[in-house]
């Protein structure tokens, strides 16, 4: 029966042949197990004993953030990673943010401020999408700024003041001229906005420098509400995602920082980006390709969003489209990836309710847009979806061009559309373009290769990402609410991924929620918190890190509270809690990261959606399908198998009784102590696991 169920498996992966060798190892290797951390000790309190706490959690790497995003921060903490036997995926703050200046600094004449006298300042944010808006400086004589008098800075939506937005205060001493005011919030693009200052004191500070006529188009200044024909001396810090608006870092920018740390003891890799749209995907493969021509000898990270977020945060909704007729035909080329030699379906995104009676449309694989030679055909009739598959069964060689081709066979009313492609100048994919009757265009065609999966859905995205072969997969998924439930999407989530992962053929890593936001989520409990990583590993995860270990300050709307490390730097209960579910799964670690994930089954009263219900064939069957576990299924390089068997009871244990299939002659549990096998109660033909609430075991079959 084992051997059955291996064949079987084998049979299904028939499909993803091609896709078997693609995407390498991440390195440098992580031994035993990656656990990570995120939301590290900021600058600030970045400190030797701090990371002795991180490694004494029995954590092994840290992913860069907190305000650890430069030269500065972040060679500290790669020196102090390495006392300790830890490695950091660096962040640098220019992969992330595109900083936008706007400055007014003409000079000439000055204002003073005090609770009698406002000054504001009207002005317009750039276009584009998603700024924020940092930093303000001023001009002030710092020299009639009285000790112990704040000057108040506050954001307004208009001179008007019906909204304020955000606002910082400076108390003197200072010692500068040129104060800096932090406001760091998101504002709209291209929209006018109202800075004001106002004092705490009646003595009059100043001057507050300003020009001597109007010469900033986007705005003037005020006192006390009444315009002026003049404008404050000021500098505006503005930032963007770096990849928004088809930005993306420069060269010289990305060279810089591979250059910078390629060569340091405890580097990872690096912290590119994180949670982006199917948009930037193509650009951060740019990223990354530019990274590793530099240092090929460290990883890249990129952490997805989760299937809860929303379509235009995907990228998914934005796209046209072309008609296939009889005397217009459509294209794509594409390059095949490292190791794939076999492409047995291609899907396209056709609109079926405009392919009729009598109309055939046919995909044809050419060697290159020249159509010299042909490899393989498949000519479909009315589908039954839109990602209608192509049977082409086509030998290829890798890392190659090809160009494949759709046509119409004139019948019916001779025109089929839309036929889904990328808006002009968006690109879905590297290394190949859309063709319109053998033109290229700046576009693509939506396709995949070797898969079956609906257009616009979670499942596009995460293969969207695959397509550039990143070095791991990473997502994040924080199920446990703030009103107490479960989110009902959580194994979606982790079959997508562990699909995708696998016909990717590279490891995923995924992130475990250890925070709460306040009216968000919850911090999870140790059984919650130990559910989310055995459930991980059950589904075949390579790793794991910690959101957050160092407790956010509040940031963006959210208000976080109970993270690993509280924001006092006082140890949270939950420090310790991951600290010995960690020290278990080290234990594990050299023979999970060894084992290859065949089948992910579910038991209990109630399925959650898209996943599999334990078959009757399997090789171990507990006394009762209403006892809600999820059961694993591996195998190691050797053939021998192993099972996983979780405990979905957060709250209470439980003890199983198993029926063992008797071609079984053994049943050995990988000691979380040791990690060698040990002996259980297993006698032929049943045996019986007892489970701590949320707890997973990994058993041999032998």
């Known amino acids: 029966m084992l051997k059955k169920s291996i064949s079987m498996f084998l049979a299904m992966l028939l499909l993803a042949a091609s896709f078997s060798e693609i995407g390498s190892a991440y390195s440098p290797a992580i031994q035993s197990f990656p656990i990570g951390i995120f939301w590290p000790p900021s600058p600030s309190n970045t400190t030797n004993a701090n990371y002795a706490d991180i490694s004494a959690m029995n954590a092994n790497f840290i992913v860069g953030g907190n305000g650890v995003s430069d030269f500065t921060s972040s060679d500290a903490a790669l020196s102090y990673a390495d006392n300790h036997g830890l490695t950091l995926l660096v962040e640098d703050s220019r992969l992330i943010w595109r900083e936008h200046t706007v400055s007014q600094n003409s000079s000439g004449h000055g204002l003073f401020v005090s609770t009698t006298s406002s000054l504001g300042q ?26 112990g008098t704040t000057i108040t800075l506050r954001l307004y939506d208009s001179p008007a003041k019906s909204q304020l937005i955000a606002s910082d205060a400076i108390t003197a001493p200072v010692s500068t001229y040129y104060p800096v005011f932090n406001l760091h919030t998101a504002v709209q693009s291209n929209t006018v906005y109202y800075l004001e200052l106002t004092s705490n004191s009646s003595t009059s500070i100043g001057w507050v420098t300003t020009s001597t006529s109007n010469v900033y188009a986007d705005g003037q200044a005020y006192m006390n509400g009444v315009a002026q024909s003049i404008d404050l001396w000021f500098n505006l810090e503005y930032s963007q995602r770096a990849y928004n608006d088809g930005n993306q870092p420069a060269h010289a920018v990305i060279d810089d920082i591979a250059n910078h740390y390629r060569n340091k003891a405890a580097l990872q890799g690096y912290h590119v980006l994180d949670e982006p749209s199917a948009l930037q ?37 934005q796209q046209t489209g072309e008609f296939v007729t009889d005397a217009f035909s459509l294209g794509q080329t594409f390059t095949t990836k490292k190791g794939q030699t076999q492409i047995d379906t291609v899907q396209w995104w056709i609109d079926k309710n405009t392919w009729g009676t009598g109309e055939q449309l046919t ?19 009315t589908p039954a979806t839109e990602w209608p598959q192509f049977h082409l069964n086509a030998t ?59 257009g616009a859905s979670y499942e596009d995205y995460v293969y969207r990402w695959m397509y550039t072969e990143p070095d791991v997969l990473v997502f994040d998924h924080y199920p446990y609410m703030a009103n107490g439930q479960f989110r009902a999407d959580y194994y979606d989530n982790l079959e997508v991924i562990r699909r995708q992962a696998k016909l990717g053929g590279v490891d995923f890593w995924s992130y475990i929620q250890s925070v709460g936001v306040n009216g ?25 890190i910690y959101f957050t270990y160092w407790t956010p300050d509040a940031s963006g709307g959210e208000s976080f509270n109970n993270g690993l490390i509280l924001s006092n730097g006082i140890k949270n209960a939950s420090y310790n809690w991951a600290k010995n579910i960690n020290a278990e799964v080290l234990q594990l670690g050299s023979t999970l990261m060894g084992l290859e994930s065949l089948a992910v089954y579910h038991t209990g009263n109630s399925l959650p959606a898209s ?17 809600p576990l999820v059961i694993s299924h591996f195998t190691n390089q050797a053939g021998q198998e192993y099972v996983m068997i979780v405990n979905k009871n957060t709250v209470s244990q439980q003890t199983v009784s198993f029926t063992v299939h008797s071609s079984v002659s ?37």
């Open 122 to 147: 009207t002005i317009r944010t750039p276009a584009g999408s998603g700024w924020g808006l940092n930093r303000v400086q001023f001009y002030i004589d710092k020299l009639n700024w009285p000790a």
């Open 281 to 317: 995907m193509t650009r951060l493969q740019d990223t990354i390709r530019r990274l590793k021509m530099t240092d090929p000898n460290h990883m890249s990270f990129v952490n997805l969003f989760p299937n809860y977020a929303s379509a235009s945060q995907l990228g998914l909704n």
């Open 363 to 381: 995909l044809k694989l050419w060697s290159s847009p020249a159509k010299t030679s042909l490899i393989a055909q498949n000519t479909l009739t």
């Open 396 to 454: 290829v060689s890798q890392n190659t061009q090809y160009y494949m081709e759709l046509t119409h066979n004139g019948g019916g009313d001779r025109s089929v559309g839309w036929v889904i492609r990328s808006n002009t100048n968006d690109n879905w994919y590297n290394d190949g373009s859309a063709y319109l009757n053998g033109s290229p265009i700046a576009a693509d065609f939506w396709f995949t290769i070797n898969q079956n999966i609906t």
């Open 520 to 544: 968000v989520w919850k911090a999870p409990s140790e059984s919650e918190m130990r559910y989310q990583i055995y459930s991980n590993l059950a589904y075949g995860a390579k790793g794991y």
């Open 611 to 627: 996943t599999t219900q334990l078959p009757a064939s399997f090789v171990m069957q507990p006394g009762s399908n209403t006892v």
């Open 666 to 702: 053994n049943v050995r549990e990988v000691s979380k102590i040791d990690g060698q096998l040990i002996a259980t109660n297993f006698s032929v033909g049943g045996m019986s696991v007892q489970l701590a609430a949320g707890e997973g075991k990994l058993f041999k079959l032998e």
